[in-house]
């Protein structure tokens, strides 16, 4: 009953701490995905071919900080706001007004105000290219709540480890306080500490890996769950972000039972006779 009780206390908590590194990698990913989709668009000179249009979209393709691009057609840009607007402009206008342009997605490290602004220095050298537009206040937005966000999840992961670590330890060392008239007739008997060690060890070592496969088979159940309600959600909760959420829970059902349990022998092989009846 106490391998039991320990077993389903650990899994509680490493539940606890495989959400916190889930939230993490997710969070990350989440930034990763809002930063690839904002897009700016590069506005086309009318006196450029179609041809050459496209060989400037394969040539922007080519570059390292361009993740995917779109060439809007002037056909088709006054398709898209005659939609929009409900009225046709080139009817009352004599001539379509809208500009041809390539929809240009970069990748999330260049996403920043920084690197945007010398892709635009760069974008700007051919003289076909009229203007560049992007919303330079979504830019900084995103990038400034993704930061407060990520400090954010570090101090919690931060915290709650501790809490973690402390509440498994916890549970342990009470499993091992009912074994202190064992440990200490082990002794009398002659016992060297290895010894009397190893057993202890070995049965929270099982513990905190049983503990940890439930642990991940509730969490893969939770994101299977939120996959099924919510599909967009497949560019947050990647197979790989479960893969190391899954991992990282066995490692530290493994590592926190092996040293709570280490630690907490130790005490009470250290502790005298008459000190076992105060504690």
């Known amino acids: ?32 995905y809002v930063r690839e989709n904002i897009n700016f668009s590069v506005i086309i000179s009318d006196d450029m071919k179609e041809g050459d249009i496209l060989k400037l979209q394969k040539k922007f393709d080519a570059e390292s900080f361009v993740k995917e691009t779109l060439y809007i057609s002037k056909k088709q840009a006054l398709q898209e706001q005659t939609e929009a607007m409900g009225t046709d402009p080139e ?29 635009e220095k760069f974008i700007k050298r051919n003289n076909n290219i009229q ?23 570090l101090a919690l992961a931060f915290i709650l480890a501790l809490i973690s670590f402390a509440l498994i330890n916890n549970t342990i060392r009470l499993t091992i306080y009912s074994k202190r008239f064992i440990i200490h007739t082990m002794k009398l008997v002659g016992a060297n500490w290895s010894f009397i060690r190893k057993p202890f060890l070995v049965r929270n070592i099982w513990s905190g890996l ?62 005298r006779a008459s000190e076992l009846h105060y504690i």
């Open 1 to 32: 009953m106490q391998f039991i009780t320990a077993s389903i206390s650990t899994t509680m908590v490493l539940i606890l701490l495989g959400l916190v590194v889930f939230f993490v990698l997710g969070a990350h990913n989440l930034s990763v």
């Open 91 to 119: 009817e009352f206008l004599g001539y379509n007004p809208f500009p041809a342009s390539i929809e240009i997605k970069l990748h999330s490290q260049y996403a920043n105000a920084d690197s945007i602004a010398k892709i």
């Open 131 to 153: 203007d560049i537009l992007y919303q330079q206040e979504l830019v900084d937005m995103v990038n400034d709540n993704i930061r407060t966000i990520s400090l954010v999840l």
């Open 210 to 271: 049983l503990a940890g496969i439930i642990a991940d088979i509730i969490l893969i159940c939770g994101a299977y769950w939120l996959l099924r309600y919510e599909a967009d959600l497949s560019e947050i909760i990647t197979p790989e972000v479960m893969i190391i959420v899954c991992l990282s829970v066995i490692g530290f059902g493994l590592l926190i039972s092996f040293v709570c349990a280490y630690l907490s022998i130790n005490k009470f092989l250290k502790m």
